[in-house]
């Protein structure tokens, strides 16, 4: 049974730029939540999906959006990129049972540099 | 709004030494979960356990144990027997739809 998927695992990208980064959940997960990681912090939800909807956001500007397709694999895209979007993008899976999001299991991250 | 407290920043430890982990959280909300992950250098982050607000038993797995207490609001993390794989980043977390984390504890065995 094949856990998180991220893609890529690396991206340097130049300030202003768009970047898109790439999730697919366990199997017979339906919700996916992306996390943003600094260096030395512990990580920040940006957002969360389920059913194909952004459910629920953090603090972030609209610069990060989202997409969840039809089999529950999900987009991060970062538009306008500055050098503080420099950061590990963590991608989390989980099913939602009774209104609760279930225990989210992660991947292995998209590490993004802005030079 | 929820926060969760690591104050440990670093844990230095010998091989064989037990050491425990600190988590102090805040809410208002009476369901709520709370969680420990542990990041190795290779960075991704790995489930190691989840209570509910309601179970306040604690639990023990392997050389794992985790102490749970509403009354001081701490979910702390025991290891036992430490052992040099135990190095990494330990993370804290509250939950119920998104997961606040702490800003985690960097834990080194030396053998």
């Known amino acids: 049974d094949a856990g998180v998927t991220q893609s890529p695992t690396h991206l340097i990208k130049t300030r202003g730029q768009q970047v898109t980064l790439r999730c697919s959940p366990k199997s017979g997960h339906d919700t996916v939540s992306w996390y943003q990681q600094a260096l030395g912090q512990g990580p920040q939800f940006i957002f969360q999906y389920y059913e194909e909807e952004e459910r629920q956001r953090g603090n972030f500007p609209d610069r990060f959006s989202g997409h969840q397709f039809p089999n529950y694999s999900s987009e991060l895209n970062v538009n306008a990129l500055l050098l503080g979007d420099s950061a590990l993008y963590l991608c989390?899976?989980?099913?939602?049972?009774?209104?609760?999001?279930?225990?989210?299991?992660f991947g292995p991250g998209t590490r993004l540099t802005v030079l | 709004a929820q926060k969760v407290t690591q104050a440990q920043t670093e844990i230095s430890v010998v091989e064989k030494e037990d050491v425990t982990l600190d988590c102090v959280y805040e809410t208002r909300d009476t369901t709520y979960y709370l969680f420990w992950y542990k990041q190795p250098p290779s960075g991704e982050l790995v489930f190691l356990i989840r209570r509910n607000s309601f179970d306040e038993q604690n639990e023990i797995s392997g050389r794992y144990s985790w102490n749970f207490q509403k009354s001081t609001s701490s979910f702390n993390f025991t290891i036992t027997a430490s052992q040099v794989v135990d190095s990494a980043v330990y993370f804290c977390a509250w939950s119920f739809q998104k997961l606040v984390f702490g800003t985690g504890t960097r834990l080194l065995v030396s053998p």
């Open positions: 989390a899976s989980s099913f939602k049972t009774g209104g609760y999001t279930d225990t989210q299991y």
